[in-house]
């Protein structure tokens, strides 16, 4: 099994930054993809962002594109997504997700293993 725990989150104004991180721990050799995903209330849960296993790949969601990065420590097990320009509308639960699999994916079943998730506030 592969165990996920996210760190980082918080409450920060329009405008501002906040770096989340996710260390990985057990069986983590078997992980390929890294993704983090968000759900804000009353909303299904939305893909931002994923990473290969050597980072060499990246995808995002048009509507962070420019603003976060995705990147990963495979020495550390752990995934960080810097967000910069935070805006109201980013404020949600960001989840990270491992994918035992080469592809990087965007639909959240296709994911293996969660965190459990830390709460991002952006102020107005």
């Known amino acids: 099994h592969v165990q996920l725990v996210e760190s980082g989150g918080g409450l920060v104004q329009a405008g501002g930054s906040l770096r989340l991180s996710c260390a990985a721990s057990?069986?983590?050799?078997?992980?390929?993809?890294m993704g983090w995903f968000r759900r804000a209330p009353g909303k299904e849960r939305e893909f931002i962002a994923a990473?290969?296993?050597?980072?060499?790949?990246?995808v995002y969601a048009d509507s962070v594109k420019g603003r976060f990065t995705i990147s990963r420590d495979n020495a550390k097990n752990t995934v960080y997504l810097q967000m910069n320009s935070l805006k109201p509308e980013d404020t949600a639960v960001y989840y990270c997700?491992?994918?035992?699999?080469?592809?990087?994916?965007?639909?959240?079943?296709?994911?293996?293993?969660w965190g459990q998730g830390t709460q991002v506030t952006v102020s107005s």
């Open positions: 997700a491992a994918d035992l699999t080469f592809t990087l994916r965007l639909v959240p079943d296709e994911y293996d293993y």
């Open positions: 057990g069986r983590t050799f078997r992980i390929y993809v």
């Open positions: 990473v290969s296993k050597n980072g060499g790949s990246t």
